[in-house]
């Protein structure tokens, strides 16, 4: 039945209404993503232009807007590849802190948390911060201020929820490497949130 319905739907589909139908929800997907609004508009765009040139091929078996998602997130992956192709060393040192500057490298606590650079206490159930619109808003204002290098990898492990093995396919990586972004990526959002959530008072967005 479900079949039946989504080729039913196809066949109702005009392309004219695509915008009207889709475009919110696929300008938040790729603004969640992305954090650009303009690029973001952008990808939309190509979305739809590809989804038009395609859709004799678009079979039905699954609904219009999984297919339009479907589309965008391969866009977004290929916007992340050549990403992942710049030097590193044209990022600005201050906004790539290495994360290992945390742990102590001698000794024999070696690995462990230096003192003044452990995590702040989050409470009993961080969690729930999630479930916080200004939360939000301060976890969306933080990933903005990662590199978008390492945002990207981040948003594809987190978000997009692909497989260690196929990002350092898709990226050109090795596991080491990607290791190493997404615990960069986690470090700085760790310090920007406490910075900005808990050491703020819960607030909102402190001043840098």
């Known amino acids: 039945m479900t079949g039946q319905l989504l080729k039913q739907e196809k066949k109702d589909s005009d392309p004219h209404n695509w915008v009207?139908?889709?475009g919110d929800y696929l300008f938040r997907y790729a603004m969640s993503r992305?954090?650009?609004r303009s690029l973001a508009e952008d990808m939309v765009q190509d979305t739809f232009l590809s989804?038009?040139?395609a859709y004799e091929k678009f079979d039905g078996k699954s609904?219009?807007?999984t297919w339009f998602t479907s589309i965008?997130?391969?866009k977004i992956i290929d916007h992340f590849r050549k990403l992942s192709r710049r030097q590193e060393s044209s990022l600005d040192k201050t906004e790539t802190d290495d994360p290992a500057d945390d742990?102590?490298?001698q000794g024999f606590m070696k690995g462990a948390w230096i003192t003044q650079k452990a995590p702040a206490d989050w409470g009993d159930h961080p969690e729930n911060a999630f479930e916080q619109n200004e939360f939000m808003d301060v976890f969306q204002y933080c990933l903005t201020r990662l590199p978008e290098w390492i945002a990207g990898v981040f948003s594809m492990r987190e978000l997009e929820e692909l497989e260690s093995d196929e990002i350092c396919k898709e990226l050109g990586i090795t596991p080491s490497n990607l290791w190493v972004m997404l615990h960069r990526a986690r470090s700085l959002l760790r310090r920007c949130i406490e910075h900005n959530w808990f050491l703020a008072g819960k607030n909102?967005?402190?001043?840098p």
């Open 34 to 36: 992305l954090n650009n």
């Open 51 to 53: 989804a038009l040139k």
């Open 72 to 74: 965008l997130k391969h």
């Open 204 to 207: 909102g967005v402190r001043k």
């Open 20 to 22: 009207d139908e889709h």
């Open 103 to 105: 742990f102590r490298q």
């Open 63 to 65: 609904s219009e807007r």
